[in-house]
């Protein structure tokens, strides 16, 4: 086993554990809401978002025992968004991670009220645990994930992607919806886990850095979702956890009907260098964020 | 016309631009989303959570600046619950505020987006705009509104109700669903409006005093949902500007339902005259909040 496989295997394991910890017990009252949160949170996802804030993390030297409070308030925005997306009213999608969708295990209300209280738990998160030493620092946190999770954010790109149903995107217009949609909880997610830390820590980033960073995080969003399109157009459900094929059965553009897959693998093999290069100045430090980028792209499920 | 009902129209206006120039503006992309939430929060309802929230800020000298960010923070989180309350697998309600429910004038899955949108927006909100001198003191008026809209706080109330549909409820239970699902948020209005300004302001209140007004507002929560059903059992449908008579139709258990409406109005009166203890403290600085109180357990709609 790689020393990089290793690196995320424990700390895909660490992440579970905490995620167990944070989230309200199942023996809470409303036990059915605090029951069907855990069941759409934990053991579940390949947990992407939480890897690039430990990376980001161990990048600007930040306590690990930090980033992880704010890579859970990241996945948890990214879990409730799963929970919504598979609604009825929007994909209506029975199978998630290898499991029945929440509103199919529970129902619909349960889940919409699932999705609205893993959205609050985010922000619990990322404001009742102390994650860096300047709390006026730690509000701009806060204010990172509600304008990433927003309308301007993740939300737009949901509508954005409701809106483009049947129609011809261009290739600016799809690249406009993933920046939204996947791409602002990615660079989240990487800025939370960097800027975790003390205020004179060594490893405190200069807003220079943090663009760089955020370079890195754009682009890793955007190559993150070519490879699920291309992935999508050749895997099967068994192999995805969830349905396949599914977006170009409902007329959704993608890159792959957009390019075609050869042009999107090229597209994909682009963002990486770009990401990669975002990285340069950063050296050693940023391995761990080189090994995911890699990870991101080579991917098979 | 009298001091108070100035006083209310006055700030009801206010309030209304202040939301106005808050939400995103219905050009900006993605406009329907946008039009939406606009919709969906401008030109409706009382505003009793942003008048409770006035009335504390002007206890404790907080400007008003700050004062109504907070207070549309708290407003936008209200908001969203009843956009998502009313979608069809909820309480699939078609009028609200004298209006069409969102999805239906829009749509369920742009509904379902609103809902997310707002709840992001309010902690936006909250983060970006200096609230205190103290950051640290701001990160935990994040948290008070993040705990009293999550799990264990207004979408665990809705949890609850959800459960008891067709059940006999005692009176403790569907009090405590109501302390989660209505009291909550109000409890989280009075008390930030209370808590934005300067740390070492003349206003500055203490802890006992804040339990004080904690206490106010629990009080004012439950006494605003038992007028609310006493007016849903006695009120029609064009008075209320929603659909009359819902709660005991669906065979939801009402504080009218358990107790008749005699003892209900009793219990109002009780509820209001703890809430006024609660103040006694506070002198001439809490007269608005006596007066909201006051025309909470009064009012006819």
Known sequence: MSDFISWVSTHQSRFEEVLKRLLPQADAMPQRLHAAMRYSVLDGGKRVRPLLAYAAGELSGAPVERVEIAAAAVELIHAYSLVHDDMPCMDDDVLRRGKPTCHVEYDEATALLVGDALQSLAFQLLSEHRLNDDAARQLQ???????????RGM???QAIDLASVGKQLSLPELEQMHIHKTGALI??????????GA?????????AQLDKLDR???CMGLAFQVVDDVLDSEADTATLGKTAGKDADNNKP???TLLGVAEAKKMAAELHRDALDALTEFGAAARRLRELADFIVMRKY
Chains 1, 2 share one sequence.
């Open 216 to 218: 890195f995080g754009k």
């Open 155 to 157: 939300a737009g790109g």
């Open 254 to 256: 993608t890159y792959v």
């Open 141 to 151: 946190m806060v204010k990172l994930l509600a304008v990433a999770s927003g309308s």
């Open 187 to 196: 660079r989240a997610a990487v800025l939370l886990g960097a800027q975790c």
């Open 199 to 207: 205020e004179n820590n060594r490893g405190n980033l200069t807003q």
